[in-house]
């Protein structure tokens, strides 16, 4: 895949929109996690030390198509020291930029035109500028009008970390070193089949955990007690299974779970193998015994994929224990140059960085959906409309 990118245009004095991602954690009006800024960060400063004039565009959270200013992004601008302007369609400011001018737009998702890709609000998006760049990888699984939308009215483009994220998961997709272990946890069986299937003819060794490990376990029949699972997923689940073998890849599922009585980050933990799980016990984390073959497996492998929490690592320290022992041993093994490492996922992302080893795996990607369906095989629309 070849896509048209920045290198030998001459952008001083354009006017540039560029889509980003900043869809970033904030609590209490504070950004509690900037990666995906900090990943953003090489195309704007190349862009402004060409002399482009570019204005932000992004989404917050789901705001439905309504100005909820929950959802402004008048904190990341804060955080990025940028001017913010306040709605998205406003073109007053743009007479006053100069060159290497940098501002960000409000949140593009207050109009309902952005998700559905309307043509009209996607060619009053477009309105004044000379060209587009999206350097959004995580939302470039949709078809909006800020990804796919203003290609119609702009010569697109793609951005660094749009390049970076296709040029390192299509290597390791293309040409992985074996043995290959993925690491595919989350919540359910139901939006993973198609992954599960790609990984599996990749992989040598497929791990599942989290609820989507559950949903195995309860198909194998199991006890799950009280637990996020999908029952009708368990044909689906079987078929899997069989779909590995057949492959020869080992399918391993969850050994043990640590339980509470209720679904609660100060519940009281306790750690039961799956047949010793109770009615009532609600499942929140994988198990030590699950977390020590995890790392005997990813100390064995020579690549490794993971996408999905395999607990509530966010509940820290009590529920983080599963996806915080996968994270190390991940980390250990890359630093020390035993393994080549691509994560991928929201909350896989913050598990890496609650434990300090972001910058020891090899490849770290934005996406969570988008790092899915790419792995999938999925055409992505936002990149597919900047294929040469």
């Known amino acids: 895949m070849k896509l048209r990118d920045l290198s030998g245009l001459s952008l001083r004095g354009k006017y540039v929109l560029l889509r980003d991602d900043f869809n970033v954690q904030i609590l209490d009006g504070k950004i509690t996690e900037g990666f995906r800024i900090e990943r953003s960060m090489p195309t704007i400063e190349f862009l402004r030390d060409a002399g482009a004039r570019v204005a932000i565009v992004s989404h917050l959270g789901r705001p439905k198509g309504i100005r909820d200013m929950k959802y402004s992004l008048r904190g990341v601008a804060e ?4 001017p913010l302007i306040e709605d998205c369609l406003n073109k007053d400011f743009l007479g006053n930029m100069k060159d290497g001018d940098v501002v960000l737009l409000e949140n593009v998702r207050f109009y309902p035109g952005e998700e559905a890709n309307d043509a009209e609000f996607a060619k009053q998006l477009a309105n004044g500028f000379d060209l587009f760049v999206n350097d959004a990888f995580a939302v470039s699984h949709r078809a909006h009008a800020s990804t796919v939308g203003v290609t119609e009215y702009l010569p697109s483009y793609a951005g ?3 390049t970076s994220e296709i040029e390192n998961i299509t290597r390791v997709m293309e040409n992985p070193k074996h043995p290959v272990l993925s690491i595919v946890a989350g919540s359910k069986v139901s939006t993973k089949i198609g992954v599960l299937r790609a990984l599996i003819k990749l992989s040598d060794t497929v791990i599942v955990g989290g609820a989507l490990g559950t949903t195995f376990n309860y198909a194998l029949g199991e006890k799950v007690g009280n637990s996020l699972y999908e029952p009708d997923q368990k044909d689906n689940a079987l078929e899997i299974m069989k779909y590995a073998a057949d492959n020869n890849c080992r399918l391993l ?37 699950t977390a020590e073959r995890d790392v005997i497996e990813i100390g064995q492998a020579a690549t490794v994929i993971w996408n999905g929490t395999v607990g509530m690592a966010e ?6 224990h599963g996806s915080f022992a996968i994270a190390r041993a991940i980390a250990e093994n890359t630093r020390n140059g035993r393994l080549h490492s691509i994560v991928g ?29 790419f792995i999938e095989g999925r055409e992505l629309p936002g990149i597919k409309v900047l294929e040469q």
């Open 79 to 82: 955080y990025m020291k940028l």
């Open 160 to 162: 660094m970390l749009l």
């Open 253 to 289: 599922v969850p050994l043990d779970k640590g339980v509470g009585p209720v679904f609660e980050p100060n519940a009281p933990r306790t750690d039961k193998d799956m047949n010793d799980i109770a009615d009532t016990d609600v499942i929140i984390d994988g198990g030590p015994k």
């Open 315 to 320: 509940w820290m320290p009590t529920w983080s």
């Open 345 to 373: 996922g929201g909350d896989t992302v913050a598990a890496l960085d609650a434990c300090g080893v972001m910058d020891d795996i090899t490849y770290v990607s934005t996406g969570g959906g988008a790092f899915l369906e």
